[in-house]
């Protein structure tokens, strides 16, 4: 049933996508808001820190509880409206249209050489923390790659892992709520608050952005893959996104994030001499071409992971 579930929702995203603007995102933003302001703001300096965790144990848990409780009972009950409300719920929390469209935009404009264009759509995608006017055509790719790559895993990696734990649709809610308000508590200001909300979701991603990093590395390559997860990581400064970001660019075989310096030879060899790993930047620039890579290495991985459920759901019909 999980794999129908997830293969029915993942078309339906395709013909009617769910925006950023939707009424379940809508209503997600209005609750965090709300639990936000409930818990926060008690002192000059915000939430406190037994607050700030009190405020994700209601933000996350309660809206997860509820699915997972309905869940039950429909499976109890009526295992087709269980089947049904699986399919809504992967549907409303998937969102693989939210970062390809975005995508697609600076994609477009940079294949018809329009890098005005271009620019203009990746800081409508990165909003007010990125100012684009002054970009280079590779620093506009570079960026666009980096947020498809992260938004692939937190839109459909991330969350396919979730659904295949036991709570079921419970764990999608669970992990998308915690994601988003890992982002928008971060915007209020509130330190107590948005380091409980990202600790909260380091928890909850730290196996599955592990097992999508080496997704990339199984329909990439390789050997750039895991070079470049063992000695490129240091140049993102979150170390989930890191794990991500690095496997996802030797995967592709092109160079992401700030450039790293090559030691020079006394150094290469003062390092080669004790045995420490001596780390060069690996790839290409990024290019258009490497775009229309990204796009086929995600895929790829999508039907991976859709082959790998399918051939479970028949393991289990059959034994």
């Given amino acids: 049933m999980t794999f129908f579930s997830i293969l029915f929702a993942l078309i339906a995203e395709q013909y009617r996508p769910v925006t950023s603007t939707h009424w379940i995102a809508r209503m997600s933003a209005r609750w965090l808001d709300w639990v936000a302001g409930e818990f926060g703001g008690k002192t000059e300096e915000g939430a406190s820190a037994v607050g ?15 699915v997972f409780v309905l869940y039950v009972v429909f499976m109890v009950t009526f295992p087709i409206l269980g089947f049904l409300w699986n399919v809504l719920i992967a549907y409303l929390f998937f969102g693989f249209r939210q970062f390809s469209h975005s995508f697609t ?10 890098l ?46 979730w659904f295949l734990m036991p709570m079921g649709p419970a764990g999608v809610v669970l992990y ?18 948005s380091e409980a909300a990202r600790h909260f979701f380091y928890v909850l991603d730290w196996v599955p952005a592990r097992i999508t990093a080496m997704g990339f590395a199984i329909v990439g390559n390789f050997e750039g893959a895991v070079y470049a997860w063992r000695h490129l990581t240091g140049k993102w400064s979150d170390s989930l996104s890191a794990v991500i970001l690095a496997s996802g660019s030797g995967a592709l075989g092109v160079r992401l994030g700030e450039p790293m310096s090559e030691p020079d030879s006394d150094e290469a060899l003062r390092m080669a001499e004790a045995g420490e790993p001596v ?23 999508v039907i991976a992971w859709m082959a790998l459920l399918l051939m479970l759901t028949i393991a289990l019909w059959l034994g």
């Fill in 52 to 66: 700030a965790r009190m405020a994700c144990l209601v933000a996350f848990i309660l809206p997860t509880f509820l």
């Fill in 105 to 114: 935009l600076v994609h477009e404009a940079i294949a018809n050489h329009d």
């Fill in 176 to 193: 998308r709520l915690a994601d988003t308000a890992a982002q928008r508590w971060s915007e209020k200001g509130d330190f107590n608050l």
């Fill in 116 to 161: 005005p264009a271009a620019r203009a759509a990746l800081g409508e995608w990165y909003g007010p923390e990125l100012d684009a006017s002054n970009l280079t055509e590779t620093e506009v790719i570079s960026l666009a790659l980096e947020r498809a790559i992260i938004g692939s895993h937190h839109h459909v990696f991330g969350v396919l892992f």
């Fill in 279 to 301: 780390v060069y930047e690996v790839g290409l620039e990024p290019n258009e071409r490497t775009m229309r890579s990204a796009i086929g290495l995600v895929w790829r991985l």
